[in-house]
């Protein structure tokens, strides 16, 4: 055995899963939803702002994350390795949808009327399943894994890039076919989600689902795609010498970015970019640029070993789906919680923003002033597990 075999733990990938789950619980937590920053907007259709990426530059690292973890296996299928893809994304799925129960029984509690007893009180606020969103980004996230998981340990890697091209140029058939590019209930995915959904488990946007299933299969293509970059990245350079490994690395990220984003964005002029139903074009140019990205966080830290100010976001990125769900579930609670203020009474939420800092920083302001403070309480939580070294895998 050799000794000085070269170590290939890139700090990089868990920063970069940091500041991708920081960014999503700064998106969703505004102060108020109606003053926000335009960059911190997602683009009404088609169109691509800063907040768009934050999504899909973590599933990009989940489908790098799954190609390291699934070597263990030699990419070999099992019975042991099957049981434990579909335990995972069962559970991730579960707790997709107990965050959106969690949602509409603490609201409702919080809003439902004077005259119900405890006990009717309580059952309104338990059965909520008739309207509960069956899907959304932990489900998405739960079958992309799952799918990238199962194919990656079925199918050939050598195969797996004609299977993405197949999965994309199938899903732009389909958009054209049947006014996918419409923004409203005529579009194909919005009749598919309402026909097998039900509108009463759907988000509502104008007849259309972001985390829909249709527009799943361009997601599962999106992992594979972060698969693919992954195998190229980490098994592509044999050298024993770290530097020339980090090296091999970094050209491998900057030609996968450059390429897939100068594809994307030039076949957007026939394939809009759009986030809301994950277009084939969307695909190339998140994952081009989370590419890219990677390639110059590698390089300031792991090359140059910047590493100092990093510590923050890898507090995030070593329990990042957690992290994640503990932001959710705090955004709940602080948003229906309230307490005797007054003459009436106010949301956690609402006494931060209104009371504490829109007064200082005004609306617009303060609302960012919300999200950077609601991260930092966060972050709080976090970092003790990061320091005890305890991870929650989930």
Known sequence: MNSTKVSKRILALDILRGITIAGMIMVNNPGSWGHIYAPLRHAE????????????????????STYISLKKYNFEFSYAAGMKILKRTIVIFL?????????????????????????????????????????GVMQRLALCYGATSIIALTMKHKHIPYLIAGL????????????????????????????????????????????????????????LLGFCVGRLMLDGNKSEDRASFLNSQLITLFLAGVILTFSGFLLSYGCPI????????????????????????????????????????????????????????????????????GDGSISVHRFLYNIVLMPVFGETAGSLAFALLFIAINWCIGYQLYKRKIYIKI
């Not at 259709?45 to 790098?64: A, E, K």
């Not at 969690?102 to 338990?126: I, T």
């Not at 409203?184 to 988000?203: C, F, G, K």
């Open 168 to 223: 994309l140029a199938g899903y732009f058939i389909l958009l054209m076919c049947g006014n996918g590019f419409a923004y409203d209930e005529t579009n194909i995915l919005s009749v598919v989600d309402r026909a097998i959904l039900t509108p009463a488990h759907m988000y509502k946007d104008n007849g259309i689902d972001p985390e829909g299933l249709l527009s799943t299969i361009p997601a599962i293509a999106h992992v």
């Open 274 to 341: 759009n986030k809301k139903i994950w277009s084939p074009t969307y695909v190339l140019v998140t994952c081009g640029l989370a590419s890219s990205f990677l390639a110059l966080l590698i390089w300031i830290i792991d090359v140059k070993g910047n590493k100092k100010w990093s510590m923050f976001f890898e507090a995030f990125g070593v329990n990042p789906l957690f992290m994640y769900v503990l932001g959710g579930v705090l955004s709940i609670l602080f948003g229906s919680i309230s307490f005797s203020w």
């Open 45 to 64: 259709w088609n169109g691509l702002t800063p907040t768009d990426l934050v999504f899909p530059f973590f599933m990009f690292i989940m489908g790098i």
């Open 95 to 135: 707790i997709g949808m107990a965050i959106g129960w969690f949602s509409r029984f603490c609201y409702y509690w919080a809003s439902a009327p004077d005259d119900l007893s405890f006990g009717e009180k309580l059952w309104a606020s338990v059965w909520t399943f008739e309207r509960t969103r069956i899907l």
